[in-house]
């Protein structure tokens, strides 16, 4: 079974990352979540980037604001895919420096990156990494879909 590892900065991105968290659960894929700061924990943060794969882990999800230099540090030394989530932070400015942190990255260490404060959507593209080699995943996604159109026919319904 694939697993999804939801890593943030610091406790203070849980509640937007929360979101990806409650996505996932809803796909029934398990999640490994834990604070790995780039700038307070650096041994930490090699640590897990090194292993996550030998963990079981599948896609690796990493929130952070300000400088953000999570999600670039850990796909620097992790051959998994890494989805940036941006995060507004109090010391952030309006979210630009984190979303061009995750952004920018040089050419050979890839970062997905989601909108800013994006974690529903950094739990459901990984859901599809993860539904791109297990069907039952891939079916949940299509059922997903399905739903998110319904609710869009519906209120068009309700206009007329």
Known sequence: MSKVAIIMGSISD???????IDILK???IETEVDIVS?????????DFSKNA????????IAGAGGAAHLPGMVASMSPLPVIGVPVKSSNSIDGW???LSILQM???VPVATVALNGAKNAGILAAQIIGSH??????????????LKQVVLKASEGLK
């Open 53 to 60: 794969h030998e963990r079981g882990i599948s896609v690796i």
């Open 106 to 108: 040089p050419g050979g």
């Open 38 to 46: 780039a700038h307070r924990t650096p041994e930490k943060l090699f």
């Open 14 to 20: 849980m509640p937007v990352m929360q979101e990806a």
């Open 97 to 99: 420096d984190s979303v």
């Open 26 to 28: 809803g796909f029934d």
């Open 134 to 147: 297990d069907k039952c995943v891939l079916d949940k996604i299509i059922a997903y879909k399905e739903g």
